[in-house]
């Protein structure tokens, strides 16, 4: 390209000393926003580049722009559910570049968390439901699973739910989490888990733990389809724990001997890189059947029985070791509930207690407190799974 060649140089500016445009690369929307990542020019000009520009523009010519001193610039302020593309220009003291090409289009979406499977009116159900986190209401009617589902989890990327359970059914199933309707064949889970724990960042998801009270982990590859692949060892033999994530690391707390016994052991893995777990610390007490969520940097373990159930939500901070700490308190006692979170936000659905509930409850994940109402699951519905599209991992 010739500088200027966009006619976005401006008089008094010198177009032979500006940059060179980045080359635009992938436009990932969130709530309200887009991140766009580039690469920079090789061709900086007569100067230093000081800083890029990015700017989201409607099917309609509507435009807003945001800047960044690097790599990946983020633009606030769009409208969810609105179609745009995105261009980068670079900036030095002699001006700005011209405009790259234009990316991909996308679509910003508030933040949305799926319940699916687990027990209603004494059955197995198979019927997905979703939320919108950053607001309140009940949740509404997604599709169905191919299979009834209990007694697992889901994880899940921006743009894909993976549902997995081992048994009789061994069977990995998928959804758009943007769009609604049935899931669709993913894969097996090849050790036959069930009852495990699962978390994930944009790329893979990781299943530890099994009612067959195994330490393995497996994970897939989220974007593709295939069965799961070895990934290593928990530090301790297992199952009913949870899992939450950071973008980088995951972590397993709790969990039962599949008798009398709980644990309170806490273990992280490294995400992108197969191999054991490590010690992380404890949870405040030895505790099956929780539910755990997080945002990029703190993780929350919620509900869950002791001995009889309990409101307790602990946290932790993903990035260090440690023992968990006391966040707040449920809205009631639960255990055999599930899950889904925001950047800024835990929600909390279904569960048991005497009998099952519908209860949806929510807590701000920053600051600690106790959990507020949020609406209402479709049904009474204990041992649900869950997942969501701005999970912690995914920041």
């Known amino acids: 390209m010739s500088r200027g060649d966009s006619g976005f140089i401006r008089p008094g500016y010198d177009g032979l000393e500006v940059p060179d445009a980045p080359t635009v690369g992938t436009a990932t929307a969130g709530d309200e926003e887009v991140s766009v990542t580039f690469t920079a020019p090789s061709d900086e000009g007569g100067s230093a580049v000081t800083s890029y520009g990015v700017v989201a523009v409607d099917g309609s010519g509507n435009s807003i722009a945001g800047t960044g001193s690097s790599s990946p610039v983020t633009v606030t302020g769009l409208t969810n559910g609105t179609s745009y593309t995105a261009k980068v220009w670079a900036i030095n003291a002699f001006g700005p570049s011209g405009y790259s090409a234009a990316s991909g289009s996308f679509s910003p979406a508030a933040p949305r968390g799926l319940f699916a499977g687990g027990y209603a009116a004494g059955s197995a159900t198979n019927v997905i439901q979703y939320i919108a986190i950053s607001s309140t209401g009940n949740a509404t009617d997604f599709g169905d699973l191919r299979d009834p589902f209990v007694d697992t989890q889901g994880c899940s990327s921006s743009t894909r739910g993976i549902f997995a359970k081992g048994g009789w059914t ?65 530090t301790q033999a297992r199952d009913s724990l949870q899992a939450c994530a950071s973008p980088t690391r995951g972590v397993f707390g709790g969990g039962n001997n599949g008798s009398s016994t709980n644990y309170n052991r806490l273990d992280y893995i490294t995400i992108a890189s197969a191999g054991d777990a490590i010690d992380f610390g404890d949870l405040p007490s030895a505790t099956r059947n929780l539910a755990s969520c997080s945002s990029s940097v703190r993780g929350l373990f919620a509900g869950g029985q002791i001995s009889v159930a309990t409101n307790v939500i602990s946290y932790i901070t993903i990035a260090s070791t440690g023992n968990a700490t006391d966040f707040g308190d449920m809205t009631a006692a639960l255990y055999e509930l599930a899950a889904a979170s925001s950047e800024t936000r835990g929600v909390f659905g279904g569960g048991y207690s005497g009998s099952a509930v519908n209860v949806i409850q929510y807590v701000t994940i920053a600051s600690a407190g106790n959990a507020t109402d949020f609406g209402d699951l479709l049904a009474n519905t204990e041992r649900l799974l869950s997942c969501s599209s701005a999970h912690g991992g995914l920041s």
């Open 170 to 234: 061994n069977s990995i199933q998928y959804v758009t989490i943007a769009t609604t309707g049935n899931a669709t064949t993913f894969g097996a889970l090849t050790s036959n888990q069930s009852s495990f724990g699962a978390c994930s960042n944009g790329t893979r998801g990781v299943f530890g733990g099994s009612d067959s009270i195994t330490n393995v982990m497996e994970y897939i590859t989220v974007a593709s389809t295939g069965n799961s692949t070895d990934f290593g060892d928990l």
